[in-house]
Every structure is written in C-alpha cells, then in structure tokens.
C-alpha cells in the first residue's frame, strides 16, 4: 500500500489531540446506556452523523462508543464486500486539515448506502446523529450568539474551560431499510436524508440549551406595560393611601421578588455540587423513562414538570437529572418561605421563582404572578411546580392545588405558539431527610420556619440515604387533552368572567395528573419490605416469612402490573432484606436466637416507616381489599368478591388517585384472583374462593394493607346510619375524634389515620357516588357499603367505634343537661 501523508498527519494529530482531551476533558453519555434505550442492532452497520467538522467531537466519540460497547466509528463497515466509513460530518466548518465539498462527500456516502440496500434485502443499515456539546449556556439576550464552529485556538480554550461540562447525545436511530423501502435510494433521498439531518441537529441543540436567557430588567419593563398589570395598577392606585406612583412601586416590588434570575454559570456551579451531593447521600439515583421528555423536547413541547413533593431535595435532584439528561433545567416555582439569606439568591440564580402562598384579596400580585408566568411560557421556558402546593407530611400524594394549573391552561388560551406537555414526575427515596420533623409536626408541633440554620443542621445529616428514584409518568400533551375533553377552550375569553370549561378543566387535569404520577410509583427495597413488616402483627417476621411475602409481591406485581410505568426492583428478596438491614436509620433490625433469624421493626420507627408504606399503597390496596374478603369469608364466590369491590373502589379511587375506570375493576380483580390461585395463596373449587391454610399467613399479610382504610370508612358510615341527619361537618369532626381513640386502643400507628383531608375526600365522595339523595337525606347504598365494610372489621375494632359513639353521645347529653340547668 503506498504511503499516504494526509492520513499519516491526521493520525498524528489525532493522537496528539487524544493526549489533550484524557487530562481535560470528562465526557456523559446521553443516555447512559444507547444500545438499550435507542434499541439499536449491532448486528447490523451503524453510520455515525456528527452536525459539523470536528477531530476533537469525532476522538469524544470514539472513546465514549468503547466504553458503551459499540461500534468503533474510525473503523469501517464492510458490507458484501463494499467498505464504506462509519462516520460522517454534515458540514465542513473549520479544521485544521481542510477538505473541500465536505457536504458532498456527505451525500454520497449516504446515496452509497442507501444503493446498497437495493440488493440487499436483509440489510438495514442504522444512521445514529451524534452531538458533542461543550458547556450548555444559551447565551442572554442582546447577545451575539456563540460560534459553534470553532478554530483550533478556541477549541483549545473550550476544552480547557468546558473540559468537565462535556456532554455526548445520542439520538434515535434512523432505519435506511425503511428509507429505501418508503421513498427509494437515488440522490435525491441521500440529499434529503442530509437535509433532515441538520434540521434535527438544529432542533436538538436548542432541546438541550433552551432558548436565550432574558434580560431581566427589560422583561420587567415589558411586563409592567402589559394591558393586564397597568389594569391592575391603576386599581391598587385607587385605594386608600395609595397612588399612581406607590402603586407601579408596589409592582416593580412584587416583580423583583418573583421573578428567577438565571445564571447558567450559576448551574455550573450547582452541577458540580450536586454531583458531589448525590455521591454523598445516595447510594444510586434511578432514572426512567427519560427518553419520553427528550423526546418532547426535541418535537419543540413546551414542558411543564409536575412531582410529587416529598422532600427539599425534589427540585435540586429534578434539574440535576434533566441537565444530565440533555434537557434545560427548568424554572421553578419555590414557596416565598425559602427566600432566605443567603439560599433565595443561590435558588433565583438556578431557576426559582417565588410564589406566596395564599393572592387572596391581592388583585396586583395574582395579576403580576399571572402574567410573569404566562412570559416564561410565551419564551420557551420549561416551568417546574408542585401541583400539592407543599410537602407531604405522610407519604401520600396531597390533594392537588388548582391555582398553578389554573394559569397554565389561561396561557394556553392565549394562543401560544409552542404545544404545551404536562408530564407527571414520581419522586421517591429510601430515606427522607425531613422525616423525622414530619413525624413530629404530624404530633403536634409547630412547623419550623426555614432559615440558614435549619440548612446547617440538615447538610450535618449528610449520610448514606440508599436509593433514590425519579420516574417519568405518562405525559399530558394540554391541547389534544382539552380538544378531546373540554372542545369549548378555543371559544373566546369574556374579559372579568371566568368561564365553566375551566374550573371542570383543572379539576379534571390536576386528577389526571396526581393518578399518572400514582402510574409511575417506585417499589423500592424500603417502601416493599416496611409495608409487609407494618402488616405483621407484632411488625416482626422470620426471614423466611418475609423473604416468601416479598417475592409474593413481586410476582403479583409482575403478573397482575399496576401501571406499565410502575418499576420494580431486580434484586432477589435476599438481597433486598440485607440491603435495608445495612442502611442508617432504616428501623428494621435482625436477631437471631436457637430458632433462626427474625426481621423486625424497632419501635420508634414503626410510625416513620408507614411514610415510605405510603409512597406506594396504591399498589397493593386492591389485592389487600380481595385478600381481606376471601379471609374473613373464608369461602366467598367471585361474583360476591366483585360487588363488594366495586362498592368500596370510588373510595379507594378518590383517596389514593387510582387509574382503572369502573369497567376495568372486574377484568383486574379476576387477575388477581387466578394470580393468588397460582400462588397457592387462596383455592378456587366449585366457583368458590377459599383460604389455602397452609398459606394462612401470607394472605393474612395482604389483607392488613387495607385495614386501617377499611376501619375509617367503616366509621363515616356507621356514625351515618346510627345519626342520619348529622351534617358533614360533625360527620368529618366525629369520625375523627373516633380514630383518633381507636389508634390509641388498637395501636394504630399510621400518622394518616385520622387526617382531616381523607375523611373530608371520604365525605365528598360520598356526595358524588349517591349515597345522599336530593333532600339530603342517605340511600340504601349506606346501609348496603356499611354492611360490606362489617364484615371486614374485627368485633373488637366494631365494638371500640360503637363504645366511643355511645361515650360521644353521653358528652353531648351532658352538655344539653347543663346547657338546660343554665338556662
């Protein structure tokens, strides 16, 4: 073969160029793992598409496809004999060995391709567009933009500066047997395959960057010349003591302290820290369905991210996630209580946005929130919010706060440009940091207020936590949402007026969002082995007992799936247990004694335990409720096991966000039932279901799941029939004050158990299933719900709610006696 200089310089280079990047540059993968996520064949030849001329961007690639175990991109795809490169540049740019016509060479790659395809039925050759991104500022506003194709001077000072925020993503492949077989393989194919190339390279960079920062001041001067806020202005100028001048004050006022102020030198800096963070206090943070809002992104979606609340750590662990995901972290509606000195200043600098809680009565600041929020939408800006308006105290998701979904859907109506997705995000850990304090506001104390020393109190914590969990639910694209169920949001705004479609629309879409975020719950280690422990009577098992109820559970959940979203742990039981038994303050502790191992829960944790039950009861309440009928029955038929479901599901659903519609219940019912069959858990003979006794204790594990929410329903109603005119209020106010007893007597633990807002859902709910008719007087369905319900509940629980009754309705005689005496 004769010698040829140019490749022998480039090699040269390349080599040289390969010295500079292994000290300086640290490259991620998006995503983490291609052959999996973008279902890529290896058996097949991959052809790398890179947006323009870069060694540098080409020697990235080459290292990061070693290490995720696919094909080398400086080596060649033989195909029948024909040996073609593995890699291509769509545009020449600059470099330091400059080859014309780049594009065309391009172009006839690709046509050599495609041609090959003609003769080669089997073949199905997979283009794979590769981005390297060096930092990921998209620049301010009145900026000139930044050359993304660089000399070797400033490609120098990038790697030295972006060295450590070096990002390489991978995007969906695209089939060449499809393009041959859809639209042929002459030129004009190889040419338009080019084309879209750079369209999707163009789409793809701004998914990853978002668009230009905003000046914040010229933004204010924009918003306060808006017909809604100089309206509102004009209002506040003509109350009392106030002014023209006082009240455009009061607005830049109310502006300054709302509004974010990003830095994305700033999120550098956070990148950093939380990275060191993450290391620190988890175990492994566990991503899924990631691809889904990439995908979103890169179709041009405006994203609103909705979690579930449970800790602090929700937002600082969400925009870490999306940055390293490729995504712009988003701008984030933070409760005013955390702007504090010096943590308000860091959290505008990373995309907070301050929010009070409550603009009742504040025309100028609900006008000026409105409108702020309706900018960031109009701009392209991803939002963050919480739609439970705070923290969860218990676990559970909180009933949803209509105000932030409200404003979404009026700046929706304003006829943005951009498609707007909701997409649910589930939120989970093995330890939350906060729990202890929840626990003890939960008995009464007084929530603390957040300062710069419960900061320094909390970093003190900093220790292995386990896992941490954030899956993707099943977004809401808001226009085909309001098309399919509210037509009527195109029709014209009235000014002043607030029209009916929008009041059934957020309620409706908020529901929606809380169950899509209930579908991509996380079974964890923690959450699966606290909740069996919780059921057991003395919250202690053998670790035979609890390994054979976890892997009851797993196979229930894999055979008989929840949601597809749901995910569930790979581990084996063993394992599980160890790892819970290793984590600090995880409560569940081992002994051993002549008999063997037991698994137990000490008592000061029983009570936190329940809020990581909590985080996924939803799972197991149907199986709970089906193995509590076939229990205390013992013999029960099917179609009896059904009606009594379908009796107390709308509670259920209510409560606990749940996703199947009334038709579905039977189909999932029969599933569970010939899964607990299977597992040799109940019998099924003569078209009865029966107790399996040898697997007494496993069934009776899944029956208490749902007891305690069966023990407050059983309340409600039995305080109904006992005093059918008792209004809703003193229903909510007794039901609880009985709860409350019955925990102490029966050693109910569950911090939830007489919570105000479930027996509030539980009276609503009531109202919407009929259980009250026109005049308000009850229906049969009370006595028919109640008479379910006793059957499930032990004699001694029936007879502590009877006893506080009758002890109730004594106090209340005493009162009327001495009320009368007075008189």
């Not at 894999?558 to 394992?575: F, G, I, K």
């Not at 303050?585 to 698994?599: A, C, L, M, P």
């Not at 158990?753 to 109202?767: H, I, P, Q, V, W």
Request: proline share 4%; glycine share 4%.
């Amino acid at each position: 073969m004769p010698f040829n200089k140019c490749d022998f310089f480039t090699v040269v280079y390349r080599n040289t160029l390969n010295l500079l990047l292994s000290p300086l540059v640290k490259t991620r993968a998006i995503p983490t793992n291609p052959i999996e996520e973008l279902e890529l064949n290896l058996s097949q030849p991959i052809v790398y598409v890179l947006p323009y001329t870069s060694q540098t961007d080409l020697l990235i690639l080459q290292k990061n496809c070693r290490a995720l175990d696919l094909p080398d991109p400086l080596e060649k795809n033989a195909i029948n004999g024909v040996v073609l490169p593995r890699y291509v540049f769509l545009d020449e740019g600059r470099r330091f060995f400059k080859s014309k016509g780049v594009k065309s060479e391009t172009e006839i790659i690709f046509h050599r391709y495609l041609d090959l395809h003609r003769n080669h039925t089997a073949l199905d050759a997979q283009i794979v567009p590769v981005s390297v991104l060096w930092g990921r500022s998209p620049g301010k506003e009145k900026e000139l933009p930044v050359l993304r194709l660089l000399g070797w001077f400033q490609r120098l000072v990038t790697m030295i500066w972006f060295g450590r925020d070096n990002f390489i993503r991978f995007s969906q492949a695209v089939s060449l047997r499809y393009m041959v077989t859809e639209h042929g393989a002459d030129h004009a194919i190889a040419q338009k395959l080019a084309r879209v190339a750079k369209m999707h390279f163009a789409k793809q960079r701004y998914s990853t960057t978002g668009p230009r920062l905003p000046d914040r001041q010229a933004m204010f001067n924009k918003l306060l010349q808006s017909p809604a806020i100089l309206a509102a202005i004009e209002d506040e100028s003509k109350k009392a003591k106030s002014s023209p001048e006082k009240a455009r004050k009061e607005a830049k006022k109310i502006l300054d302290e709302i509004a974010a102020n990003v830095s994305h030198e700033s999120l550098r800096v956070a990148d950093r820290l939380l990275s060191w963070l993450w290391n620190k206090l988890y175990q492994g943070i566990n991503v899924q369905n990631g691809e889904r809002v990439r995908k979103l992104a890169l179709e041009g979606h405006e994203i609103v991210y909705v979690p579930c609340h449970r800790s602090h750590m929700d937002y600082l662990l969400l925009s870490y996630l999306l940055y390293h995901q490729g995504l712009v972290p988003p701008h984030i509606a933070a409760g005013i209580n955390l702007n504090f000195f010096p943590v308000g200043s860091i959290f505008r600098s990373w995309g907070a946005f301050f929010i009070r809680r409550s603009f009742k009565g504040n025309r100028l600041y609900s006008t000026i929130f409105r409108e702020y929020l309706a900018e960031l939408f109009y701009r392209g800006y991803s939002v963050e919010y919480f739609i439970e308006g705070g923290r969860s105290r218990t676990g559970r998701l909180l009933a949803p706060k209509a105000g932030m979904m409200s404003m979404t859907l009026q700046a929706l109506q304003r006829g943005l440009t951009r498609p707007i997705s909701i997409v649910p995000v589930y939120i989970g850990y093995e330890h939350v940091l906060e729990v202890d304090t929840y626990a003890k506001e939960l008995r009464g104390s007084e929530k603390e207020k957040e300062n710069a020393g419960l900061v320094l109190r909390v970093l003190k914590k900093l220790r292995n936590l386990g896992q941490a969990y954030v899956n993707f639910g099943e977004p809401i694209q808001l226009n085909t949402y309001l098309n399919a169920n509210f037509p009527e949001w195109k029709l014209p705004s009235v000014e002043g007026t607030r029209q009916k479609w929008l009041n059934d629309a957020v309620n409706a879409l908020s529901e929606q969002v809380m169950v899509n975020i209930n579908n991509a719950a996380a079974v964890n280690a923690k959450n699966l082995i606290g909740s069996i422990l919780l059921a057991s009577r003395q919250r202690s098992l053998t670790r035979e007992q609890l390994v054979e109820q976890v892997e009851s559970y797993l196979q229930l959940f894999q055979r008989v799936p929840y949601a597809a979203n749901v995910t569930l742990p790979t581990e084996p039981a063993d394992e599980m247990i160890n790892h819970v038994l290793q984590l600090p303050r995880s409560g569940v502790v081992s002994e051993k004694d002549t008999f063997g191992e037991i698994i137990r829960l000490d008592r000061q944790s029983a009570v936190l335990m329940t809020y990581y039950r909590n985080n996924i009861q939803h799972l197991f309440v149907l199986p709970s409720l089906v193995a509590s009928l076939v229990l205390h029955h013992e013999a029960i038929s099917k179609d009896l096991i059904l009606q009594s479901v379908k009796q107390v599901y709308p509670f259920l659903k209510a409560e606990l966000f749940l996703h199947l519609a009334q038709a579905e219940i039977e189909q999932h019912i029969e599933a569970i039932l010939a899964e607990f069959v299977r597992q040799q858990i109940i019998r099924h003979e003569s078209e009865m279901c029966m107790i399996n006794r040898s697997c007494l204790q496993v069934l009776q594990l899944y029956s208490a799941g749902i007891r305690e929410i069966l023990q407050r329903y059983y309340i409600s109603l039995h305080i109904l029939i006992e005093h059918p005119q008792v209004s809703r209020n003193e229903l909510e106010k007794e039901s609880r004050s009985i709860a409350q007893r019955l925990s102490v007597l029966h050693g109910i633990n569950a911090p939830e158990f007489f919570d105000k807002a479930l027996f509030s859902t539980f009276g609503s709910t009531l109202k919407e299933q009929g259980y009250f008719d026109e005049q308000g007087n009850i229906t049969d369905k009370v006595k028919n719900t109640e008479e379910v319900l006793r059957g499930l509940i032990s004699l001694d629980v029936q007879q502590t709610i009877q006893g506080a009754m009758s002890k109730g309705e004594e106090a209340v005689l005493e009162v009327r006696a001495a009320e009368k005496q007075e008189e």
